[in-house]
């Protein structure tokens, strides 16, 4: 193998161009395969090749045939439900997390609780949440709200607890107060793990609203999804997977990008350490 | 009277007794609230008391009913779970030993990891059927990546001059593994399956409140369009049993055999997780 050779090798590694290239390959196969219908017919059927689904998913976007199809006011919908999930769970969650890291009669009382009922997926309260706030956006929003609260109460509660207690102490001897503690000291060793939560939350958020959706109701997604599952449209069915696909990732992806540069500081002495 | 309360406080049973008694507390309230109709009769058609609720608890647990759904249930989370792990783990060490299979594949598991998987479940049905099979594939994807993450975390956390000298003072490539790769993975791939254990439930009630005929997110959903409030908040009940045990048991497990790694007081990637 010549030096030219790995080098060429090396430089697609750091620039993703080997990834770009198996996704890309993988599409090309799966194209190549549905066009000539490979063995059974019927799979071919629903694994439709992805170019028409790309047409299709074009056209959703630019010329929606009628308001079940159009893509770009479903993805709204689900984005800016998840988006009222994360941002109620985040307000509710944060200070009882910081309420239970901080006092330790609370979190000893409290926590197990927490714990205990952390595995209950917020999925199943759904048909409870139906009846309260009936078939629209709050039951769904709920929903999703109650899975972001406990992932942000778990997180914030540990990032307060992993605060240096030497840097507490050293604070209380040179008389600074409680308020003082918790906003010079408190608050920046929990940021960063109310930064991960936040981007656990965001994933979660997305996948109950889409789940509830799919479940029951008229807008969003995941009712776009099973829409076209119910008319058999299986091109339809593929660009809401690829419209969920980018909903999701774009969304985890820029609050990658936001968590990097607020919490640049914290990135820094980590990596130093 | 001080003292005993002081001892109490030492050694941690007043909070264990704080707990259940905020429990009692709370049904005895609700208990109340809900007889007495309080603040309107509306509310209360959906809120069963907890006494009644509990008696459906029982003579539901007593005919078999709740115990065949839970059954079920369990059986496609074992299913899924075993599957999951199973694929994951091995392809994720993989991912994280080697550098260039993380440079190349990392990212695509990373982007697959945020994708909402149950977009994917009505494809699942219509090319596996509404029976187990769909739904054990949906947790066993959703499992896959969660596990295969962490995995890849704790390939990537093998000290690399560890193997080299290892290989250089004669070891097999056994002994490399059992005595190097697994101390050094475990605790990332023990706290993956802990996540996934959490998260499987989600894909699971998904599943069964979206095509099934048994399973606990089935009883919950049919009872709730059935205006049987009670064996709703029995299956409720049921969901957050089943789902509490089985952590509370894993982690169990995990202080048995992994105390060494959390006595040098660190913590298996708890942020990596992506549950619901």
């Given at each position: 193998m010549g030096r030219r050779l790995r080098v060429f090798l090396r430089w697609g590694l750091e620039g993703r161009l080997w990834t770009f290239s198996l996704i890309f390959a993988f599409c090309f196969l799966w194209e190549i395969l549905a066009r000539l219908q490979v063995g059974s017919f019927f799979f071919w059927d629903f694994m439709v090749p992805p170019s028409k689904s790309l047409a299709t998913f074009y056209s959703l976007l630019t010329q929606p045939p009628y308001q079940e199809y159009d893509i770009l006011y479903h993805s709204g919908t689900t984005l800016w439900r998840a988006g009222v999930a994360l941002m109620g769970g985040v307000l509710v969650a944060v200070p009882v997390g910081f309420a239970l890291g901080w006092w330790r009669a609370l979190d000893a009382v409290f926590t197990p609780l927490f714990e205990f009922l952390r595995?209950?997926?917020?999925?199943?309260f759904f048909p409870i949440l139906i009846l309260l706030f009936?078939?629209?956006?709050v039951s769904k929003i709920m929903a999703s709200l109650i899975a972001v609260s406990f992932v942000m109460v778990i997180n914030s509660l540990y990032g307060v607890k992993s605060t240096d207690s030497v840097l507490i102490n050293s604070l209380r001897t040179m008389g600074a107060s409680n308020a003082d503690i918790l906003r010079k000291a408190v608050l920046y060793s929990a940021l960063p793990h109310i930064a991960s939560g936040i981007r656990v939350s965001i994933g979660a958020s997305i996948l109950v609203i889409v789940s509830t959706e799919m479940i029951?109701?008229?807008?969003g997604l995941g009712f776009v999804i099973y829409f076209a599952l119910d008319r058999l449209q299986f091109d339809h069915m593929w660009s809401g997977i690829l419209a969920t696909l980018l909903v999701g990732a774009g969304a985890v992806y820029l609050w990658q990008y936001v968590e990097k540069k607020v919490l640049k500081w914290h990135f820094e002495t980590t990596a130093r350490a | 009277m001080r003292r005993a309360l002081a001892e109490m406080y030492l050694t941690g049973k007043s909070y264990k007794l704080t707990t259940l008694c905020i429990l009692f507390i709370f049904a005895g309230v609700y208990e109340f609230a809900s007889r007495t109709h309080l603040g309107g009769l509306r509310l209360w058609i959906f809120f069963v008391p907890p006494s009644r609720i509990l008696a459906t608890f029982f003579s539901l647990l007593l005919d078999g009913t709740l115990l065949e759904h839970a059954v079920y249930s369990m059986m496609r989370v074992g299913a899924g779970l075993a599957i999951g792990v199973l694929l994951g783990t091995p392809l994720g060490l993989l991912i994280g030993w080697s550098r260039s299979l993380d440079l190349v594949i990392g990212p695509i598991v990373d982007l697959v990891r945020t994708?909402?998987?149950?977009?994917l479940f009505p494809l699942l049905i219509v090319i596996?059927?509404?029976?187990e099979v769909s739904k054990v594939i949906l947790i066993s994807f959703g499992i896959f990546f969660i596990v295969c993450i962490n995995s890849i975390y704790g390939g990537r956390s093998i000290d690399r001059v560890l193997v080299a000298s290892a290989k250089v003072m004669g070891a097999t490539g056994a002994q490399i593994f059992t005595k190097i790769v697994i101390p050094y993975s475990l605790p990332y791939v023990s706290a993956g399956i802990r996540i996934s254990l959490a998260t499987s439930l989600t894909y699971l009630t998904f599943a069964e409140m979206l095509a099934?005929?048994?399973?606990i997110g089935y009883l919950v959903l049919y009872s709730q369009r059935n205006y049987s409030y009670d064996t709703m908040f029995v299956g409720v009940m049921a969901m957050s049993l089943i789902g509490g045990s089985m952590v509370f048991a894993y982690l169990s497990l995990e202080r048995r055999f992994l105390s060494w790694f959390y006595a040098m007081g660190r913590r298996g990637g708890d942020e990596m997780s992506g549950g619901a």
């Amino acid at each position: 193998m010549g030096r030219r050779l790995r080098v060429f090798l090396r430089w697609g590694l750091e620039g993703r161009l080997w990834t770009f290239s198996l996704i890309f390959a993988f599409c090309f196969l799966w194209e190549i395969l549905a066009r000539l219908q490979v063995g059974s017919f019927f799979f071919w059927d629903f694994m439709v090749p992805p170019s028409k689904s790309l047409a299709t998913f074009y056209s959703l976007l630019t010329q929606p045939p009628y308001q079940e199809y159009d893509i770009l006011y479903h993805s709204g919908t689900t984005l800016w439900r998840a988006g009222v999930a994360l941002m109620g769970g985040v307000l509710v969650a944060v200070p009882v997390g910081f309420a239970l890291g901080w006092w330790r009669a609370l979190d000893a009382v409290f926590t197990p609780l927490f714990e205990f009922l952390r595995p209950t997926p917020s999925l199943i309260f759904f048909p409870i949440l139906i009846l309260l706030f009936g078939t629209g956006s709050v039951s769904k929003i709920m929903a999703s709200l109650i899975a972001v609260s406990f992932v942000m109460v778990i997180n914030s509660l540990y990032g307060v607890k992993s605060t240096d207690s030497v840097l507490i102490n050293s604070l209380r001897t040179m008389g600074a107060s409680n308020a003082d503690i918790l906003r010079k000291a408190v608050l920046y060793s929990a940021l960063p793990h109310i930064a991960s939560g936040i981007r656990v939350s965001i994933g979660a958020s997305i996948l109950v609203i889409v789940s509830t959706e799919m479940i029951q109701g008229k807008e969003g997604l995941g009712f776009v999804i099973y829409f076209a599952l119910d008319r058999l449209q299986f091109d339809h069915m593929w660009s809401g997977i690829l419209a969920t696909l980018l909903v999701g990732a774009g969304a985890v992806y820029l609050w990658q990008y936001v968590e990097k540069k607020v919490l640049k500081w914290h990135f820094e002495t980590t990596a130093r350490a | 009277m001080r003292r005993a309360l002081a001892e109490m406080y030492l050694t941690g049973k007043s909070y264990k007794l704080t707990t259940l008694c905020i429990l009692f507390i709370f049904a005895g309230v609700y208990e109340f609230a809900s007889r007495t109709h309080l603040g309107g009769l509306r509310l209360w058609i959906f809120f069963v008391p907890p006494s009644r609720i509990l008696a459906t608890f029982f003579s539901l647990l007593l005919d078999g009913t709740l115990l065949e759904h839970a059954v079920y249930s369990m059986m496609r989370v074992g299913a899924g779970l075993a599957i999951g792990v199973l694929l994951g783990t091995p392809l994720g060490l993989l991912i994280g030993w080697s550098r260039s299979l993380d440079l190349v594949i990392g990212p695509i598991v990373d982007l697959v990891r945020t994708f909402p998987k149950p977009a994917l479940f009505p494809l699942l049905i219509v090319i596996s059927g509404i029976g187990e099979v769909s739904k054990v594939i949906l947790i066993s994807f959703g499992i896959f990546f969660i596990v295969c993450i962490n995995s890849i975390y704790g390939g990537r956390s093998i000290d690399r001059v560890l193997v080299a000298s290892a290989k250089v003072m004669g070891a097999t490539g056994a002994q490399i593994f059992t005595k190097i790769v697994i101390p050094y993975s475990l605790p990332y791939v023990s706290a993956g399956i802990r996540i996934s254990l959490a998260t499987s439930l989600t894909y699971l009630t998904f599943a069964e409140m979206l095509a099934a005929e048994r399973g606990i997110g089935y009883l919950v959903l049919y009872s709730q369009r059935n205006y049987s409030y009670d064996t709703m908040f029995v299956g409720v009940m049921a969901m957050s049993l089943i789902g509490g045990s089985m952590v509370f048991a894993y982690l169990s497990l995990e202080r048995r055999f992994l105390s060494w790694f959390y006595a040098m007081g660190r913590r298996g990637g708890d942020e990596m997780s992506g549950g619901a």
